[in-house]
């Protein structure tokens, strides 16, 4: 019989913390979860899995418009954003339900209930109950931040996105990383006039400026509008339910709904760290080793929560790499190099590897190709938008140790690149890949 009640108990059942679970109980490990909100975390609740739904939505607009072009003779089309809402919606319930299914048929007891840490190996429930487990696992992910100015209470976050009763006719958004520019995109399509806000005048910082700069020009012919080093002061709230954003300097801007998507923090106020000597960074998050354990022997972290890389595909493999490592006797890390990201904007961009400067930087010496040319199908559509391809080689030893692109579907393209990024194949060996003709991928093998 073990001394504690559970081998394992996780709070926080998102993506890392229900693939720990069930792993850790695959293995053998009484295991349970506490969750105080909804089983699947920000990525399938409130995150990645609706907000890629709005943008299959949202390309709807360009596709109506696109088709006369193709023949089809498509009626001037109104948007009912009640009917994507819902549907998003039921969806996402979907999939908390096949999350549930998931850690009810690997045996892990699903608790319902805020959780927090009173020692090494306790942990109090909301109504009281103090339970122990031999290890502790923290998985409760990042929340938006939201600013600390008068008038904070009347913006949204992305968080309240997915559930508005109507879309606004101007939105404001206050930030300039990856949630900002694809809430842009979206909700430009849907019909609103959207202004977005950056506090300093770089856009998606860490991807590749030629990339990032092609975003920002497409996005500004579209009639997104910006606005840089624009430092917010207060929020007014109207008499008519309409909002006033103003700043340090430079002109108020009118909006019926402000947006805040400046960044995400981790989640880790009133977990009770403290009782155990968890220790955590100025930012608020885990600090943890290879392996995932924190300060204190006996309780981990994966995920959003952590120091380390904030996306969903990460968190699971953290997750899976700890179980694996704690009860499958196998030792397990996970590599961060060469990790692909995506920003699911209009249109999506995608990277993997070193970009252009950061390349520079650690190698000195780099040659760098580019295709920047205009999708078939935009052409035939009448649209001028361009693609951009942009792959960074090593110059030394020819290896790809980068790429980057922004056009349709990128992201879709990136995942199959990403693994030749990964494996160190070098430039010669895309030149001697044959082209598969008519596609953008194509473009990949072409590169001069």
């Known amino acids: 019989m073990s001394d504690y009640d559970f081998d394992l108990f996780v709070i926080g059942a998102g993506s890392g913390g229900v693939r720990a679970s069930r792993v850790a109980s695959a293995h053998g490990a009484k295991v349970a979860v506490a969750e105080e909100y909804r089983v699947g975390g920000t990525c399938v609740i409130r995150g990645c899995v609706p907000k890629k739904l709005l943008v299959y939505g949202a390309h709807f607009a360009g596709d109506l418009k696109d088709a006369r072009r193709f023949g089809w003779k498509v009626p001037d089309c109104a948007f009912e954003w009640p009917v994507l809402r819902d549907n998003v919606l039921a969806d996402v319930d979907r999939l908390e339900g096949l999350y549930k299914n998931t850690l009810d048929s690997h045996g892990v007891e699903l608790i319902p209930e805020r959780a927090t840490i009173t020692g090494p190996h306790s942990v109090k429930l909301a109504n009281g109950r103090e339970v122990s ?44 990383g990856y949630i900002a520019n694809e809430f842009a995109g979206i909700f430009h399509q849907f019909g609103s006039q959207v202004t977005l806000v950056n506090r300093s005048s770089t856009l998606l910082r860490g991807y590749d400026e030629s990339i990032r700069d092609r975003l920002m020009q497409i996005s500004t012919t579209k009639g ?64 943890v080793d290879e392996y995932s354990r924190t300060s204190c022997e006996s309780i981990y972290a994966v995920g959003d929560v952590t120091d380390r890389l904030q996306l969903t595909p990460v968190a699971i493999r953290e997750g899976h790499a700890f179980a694996d490592t704690v009860f499958g006797d196998n030792p397990r890390t996970v ?113 001069k």
């Open 133 to 176: 487990a031999r290890h502790v696992l923290i998985a409760t992910g990042a929340w938006p931040v939201v600013p600390e100015v008068e008038g904070a209470e009347h913006g949204l976050t992305s968080n309240e996105m997915f559930h508005l009763d109507e879309t606004p006719r101007r939105l404001v958004i206050i930030g300039g």
């Open 335 to 447: 590599d961060y190099d060469c990790v692909p990201s995506a920003v699911f904007s209009d249109p999506p961009m995608a990277g993997v590897g070193l970009t252009e400067a950061q390349a520079k930087n650690k190698l000195g010496t780099v040659k760098v190709y580019t295709s920047d040319f205009r999708p078939m199908k935009n052409v035939l559509a009448g649209r001028e938008e361009r693609a951009l391809y942009k792959m960074v080689v090593d110059a030394t030893t020819d290896c790809v140790v980068g790429l980057h692109m922004i056009g349709p579907d990128a992201p879709e393209i990136l995942q199959a690149a990403a693994i030749a990024v990964k494996a160190g194949l070098t430039k010669q060996q895309f030149d001697d890949t044959v082209a598969l003709h008519p596609s953008m991928a194509e473009e990949l093998v072409l590169l």
């Open 224 to 287: 997104i509008q910006f606005r840089f080093n624009a430092q917010l002061d207060r929020i007014v709230k109207n008499e008519d339910d309409t909002l006033c954003v103003h700043f340090s300097e430079g002109d108020p801007i009118p909006c019926d709904v402000l947006l805040f998507a400046a960044g995400r923090r981790p989640h880790t106020g009133g977990l009770g760290l403290e009782n155990a000597g968890v220790e955590v960074d100025g930012k608020g998050a885990i600090k």
